[in-house]
């Protein structure tokens, strides 16, 4: 286990950011964190960034606790944060190597890291350009340069696709893909779950500083899916398939949604091949049937509503 | 016709009085504590001077009519200059900030995508950095009022004074707001701003007041043989002290050698002064209305850079330049470099005025063109000058240092690094005083020369003793580095940086001249070699009898009679005062390592 927290909790006054959470990440995972905004996912990252101390409870990253052995994680993790903090009057390669330089790479050694990063993250060709001339794009494959630097085991990205366009986010996301292939262990919060999806192995759902979820993505939406739905397109006399539906025993729910019929199972796992049957006795063509498809933005939606318990 | 008188009215109604801006300041800023404070401070300290005053006239006994007019217009000069003095302080304190309003505030670009017109977007910005200025002018009149029961103040007089600090008032905020507009502010600009009011009022108010080459012949002299300066129309305080009948003006009818405007200002100083920055204002005001919408906005080159860029090989515009090389500290190499960079023209003035100045007086002195007791007074009140300005810049530069990590959000990054807090506040410290160290270069290189060099001429004892030299040079910069310390403090505890360099500069100025008065004080009612020793404990003490000791002796006799003992005497204080700062720089420095960590967690977790 790299990273592990155990009833960690932080107040703000009167306000409860974390809430008595516990997270167990391993080593090489990478790890999606959701939430509505201001559920507690940038404090976690900051606790486990050594920004933050916990108000209770104890974190650990790479076996070391958060507060007590702060000094031996920080050479251990990279940050990224949901802004690109900027100093002026520096160009990309003074200010990958002013960070190299804070994580003691010195002489030839920063040198050869600094072109390293510079062709991970495809930066070579704006070396020499402003930091606050690049755009948000470039600003955060420098962000993410910056923590590559002294080849961390633990990266934290808050929210490293926020305010991207769709080639940034693309970019982006094939380069975060690159660094699970190369081993490290990836903490990302998001709002774009379809890309979450797609990036990680386990995932994490908190809202109101309690964690809801915790695992694997499949069993996520495992979870999320409380209801059978089909949906199923005929091709005539779609007000007519539906009054026969929603007469049938076993059957919740019919709603009409764009030329389809939704219907809704009273039991989860009902084999719907009678409702194809049924339809087809009664001279219904079918033209597709399918069933409800659960993504992870759905059982976000789900989940955060308190639907699963 | 009163259709356009109406429409006329219903203008100026949108412009001032019903300004969205103005009305959302008046109404919601003016609930602020901080300000309820500022009024409460700024009132006591008015009451008190009066009071003072007041008491020290009258010295419980029982008073003539006359002399209480008298001690009342005594009071009521205090007073008016205590009012000047802060409102020349306030003034930029409070507009300073507009200077950056476009970038700070990112509500800039939203508000000239509205309809309000250019007019009602300068005078609410203008207004609203003004008004809480002008409310304490006038919260301020019924104490001015009081000084007007016994007789001996006029109306005139009280409306002058009142004029003098509201124009000045006006004009610092239009020149603010100009800047503003013209998109050539940055943060930097801000503290080259407040330099500026500072250097513009200490050294004309200097010149003015103690150079006699700069008086009117035709103006009458006082009772200390102090003539009107040419200056004066152009200096508040200078036109408040003819309001107050302590200079006098030369008479209308004996100006006759002068023209129109020429003749009407030196007759009647306040009246030019308050005329010429109304006009002034106007004119920068009705600017900024032209360019508040032409103007540059942020990321566009400016006028200036465009012309710049004939002298230089970098185009405006042009967002790349060669990488530096970083230095194994990187803080150390970001604040040396960083600052080096910026504000440059201005730093290297004020390098370059600090080698030349002392330099062309030893010339002058060496030449013959000053007399062995007149050069180190002139020598220590430049050396001063230059003192005070390098110890404001390392102040500020240090007081700018975290906020400004804070503000562009890099101290999160720096702190998630393996550099310590200790290693964080030395290479601060380092880059400080990399950058502070040529600001002092100046005149520390020359007074070793001098001292040195040796006497002019032979027989002559030395103008400068050698051992003042470099006494003087350590104490300046244990004393510019207790200074930094002290802004390093206030800047990692201050969250945004104009409240940072405004406190730290207050205070600085404040204990340094605290700490003066009361050394001065000591120095004077002691003098010869308790005085030499007392002197180097407070700043300007220090420079000014290490340069000039024959300021401690009554005469020349005690002082040909004393030299020996005080520099014995100069020597030993010198030591402990150097002993004393630096420690106290050390346990500043030490706390500030201790807090750091849980300041900055601190502000985080807020």
């Known amino acids: 286990m790299i990273v592990e927290t155990i009833n960690l909790t932080k107040r703000y006054g009167k306000l409860t950011a ?64 949901d802004f690109f903090g900027a100093y002026e009057d520096m160009v990309v390669r003074e200010y990958l190597e002013f960070f190299a330089s804070a994580y003691n790479i010195t002489g030839k050694q920063r040198t050869r890291v600094v072109n390293d990063v510079l062709e991970l993250t495809d930066l070579v060709y704006k070396h020499d350009a402003l930091v606050d001339s690049l755009s948000r794009g470039m600003q955060q494959r420098l962000s993410i340069a910056r923590v590559l630097l002294h080849d961390p085991k633990v990266l934290l990205l808050d929210e490293p696709a926020s305010g991207l366009d769709p080639r940034a986010r693309i970019e982006i996301r094939e380069l975060l893909k690159e660094l699970r292939r190369m081993g490290k262990t990836i903490i990302i919060s998001s709002h774009i779950l379809h890309e979450l999806a797609e990036l990680c192995t386990t995932v994490g759902i908190i809202e109101q500083g309690k964690l809801l979820f915790h695992g694997p993505l499949e069993e996520i939406i495992r979870r999320a899916r409380t209801t ?82 | ?89 306030l003034a930029p304190a409070f507009t300073a900030a507009a200077i950056t309003q476009e970038k700070d505030a990112q509500t800039f670009n939203i508000l000239i995508s509205t309809p309000l017109s250019s007019g009602q977007i300068v005078f609410g910005s203008l207004m609203s950095r003004l008004y809480f200025v002008i409310v304490l002018l006038i919260a301020g009149l019924p104490i001015f009022l009081m000084t007007m029961v016994y007789g001996g103040v006029t109306t005139a007089q009280v409306v002058e004074s009142f004029a003098l600090s509201a124009s000045t008032a006006v004009l610092t905020g239009s020149v603010a707001i100009f ?128 012309w710049l860029d004939r002298f230089r ?111 964080i506040l030395w290479g601060k410290l380092r880059g400080l005083v990399s950058f502070a160290l040529p600001l002092l270069a100046g005149p520390v290189i020359v007074l070793l020369l001098i001292g040195f060099l040796g006497p002019s001429r032979a027989n002559q004892p030395p103008a400068i003793w050698t051992e003042s030299a470099v006494e003087l040079s350590a104490l300046v910069v244990v004393f510019t580095a207790a200074a930094c310390v002290l802004g390093l403090h206030v800047s990692l505890r201050a969250k945004k940086t104009v409240m940072a360099v405004m406190y730290s500069v ?25 005085g030499a020793f007392i002197a180097p404990f407070t700043p300007f003490t220090c420079v000014r009898y290490l340069v000039d000791p024959r300021g401690l002796f009554a005469t020349e006799k005690d002082f ?5 003992a005080a520099r014995v005497a100069a ?36």
């Open chain 2, 1 to 89: 016709m009163n259709q356009v008188l109406y429409k006329l009215w219903l203008w100026f109604w949108h412009l001032l009085p019903a300004n969205p801006i103005l009305v959302r300041v008046v109404q919601v800023a003016s609930r602020r504590s901080r300000h309820l404070w500022l009024r409460i401070g700024y009132l006591g300290t008015l009451l008190l001077v009066v009071v003072f005053s007041l008491a020290l006239s009258s010295s419980g006994r029982s008073a003539s009519l006359a002399d209480l007019a008298k001690g009342a217009s005594q009071t009521f000069s205090f007073a008016s200059l205590a009012q000047l003095a802060m409102m020349c302080f």
């Open chain 2, 506 to 530: 207050g205070l600085v100025v404040v204990v340094t001249g605290v700490l003066s008065l009361m050394g001065t004080a000591f120095v004077k009612s002691s003098g010869g070699e308790f």
């Open chain 2, 571 to 606: 020597a030993f204080g010198c030591a402990c005062a150097f002993s004393l700062y630096l420690f106290v720089v050390w346990r500043a420095y030490s706390g500030l390592v201790r807090n750091f960590d849980m300041t900055l967690r601190k502000q985080s977790g807020l």
């Open chain 1, 228 to 309: 059978s739905k089909i949906s199923i397109r005929v091709t005539e006399q779609l007000d007519l398939a539906a009054l026969l539906l929603q007469r049938t025993k076993g059957i919740k729910n019919v709603e009409q949604l764009n030329g389809s019929l939704v219907v809704e199972l009273k039991q989860q796992g009902h084999d719907f091949s009678a409702i194809a049957r049924l339809l087809l006795d009664n001279n219904f063509k079918i033209q597709e049937i399918k069933e409800e498809e659960v993504n992870l933005e759905t059982a976000f939606m789900r989940l955060t509503k308190g639907i699963v318990q």
């Open chain 2, 313 to 423: 090989k970098q185009q405006s515009g042009q967002r790349s330049r060669p990488p530096r090389t970083v230095w194994n500290n990187p803080v150390a190499w970001r604040e040396a470099t960083g600052r080096a960079s910026g504000g440059g023209v201005l730093r290297l003035a004020i390098i370059a005025i600090g080698f030349a100045g002392p330099l062309t007086l030893a010339i002058y002195y060496w030449n013959g063109g000053m007399s062995i007791t007149t050069f180190p007074q002139w020598l220590s009140a430049l050396v001063l000058v230059q003192f005070a300005l390098a110890l404001i810049i390392a102040t500020n530069t240090a007081a700018t240092s975290m906020t400004k990590e804070k503000e562009s959000q890099t101290m999160d990054l720096l702190l998630t690094t393996p550099l310590t807090s200790n290693y």
């Open chain 2, 179 to 306: 800047i503003a507009m013209m998109g050539v502010g940055t943060r930097r600009t801000i503290f080259s701003f407040y330099l500026v009011i500072a250097f513009y009022l200490v050294a004309i108010y200097l010149v003015g007041h103690y150079w006699d080459r700069s008086w009117i012949d035709s103006s009458p002299a006082n009772l200390s043989a102090r003539k009107m300066s040419w200056l004066t129309p152009l200096h508040p305080f200078l036109a408040l002290q003819v309001a107050l009948d302590r200079i006098h003006a030369p008479p209308y009818e004996r100006l006759v050698e002068h023209g129109g405007m020429i003749r009407f200002a030196l007759a009647y100083p306040s009246a030019a002064y308050v005329t010429w920055t109304s006009l002034a204002s106007l004119c920068l005001t009705l600017s900024s209305i032209f360019f508040v919408r032409r103007g540059v906005k942020t990321g566009e080159p400016t006028w200036v850079g465009t």
């Open chain 1, 18 to 81: 974390l809430d008595n959470l516990h997270l167990k990440i391993d080593e090489g995972e990478c790890f999606g964190y959701i939430g509505p905004n201001g559920a507690g996912k940038t404090t976690t990252i900051k606790i486990l960034s050594t920004l933050l101390q916990p108000t209770w409870g104890e974190a650990r990253v790479c076996g070391h606790v958060i507060g007590y052995e702060s000094r031996k994680i920080r050479p251990l993790i990279g940050y990224v944060p």
């Open chain 2, 560 to 564: 040909t009679q004393g030299a020996s």
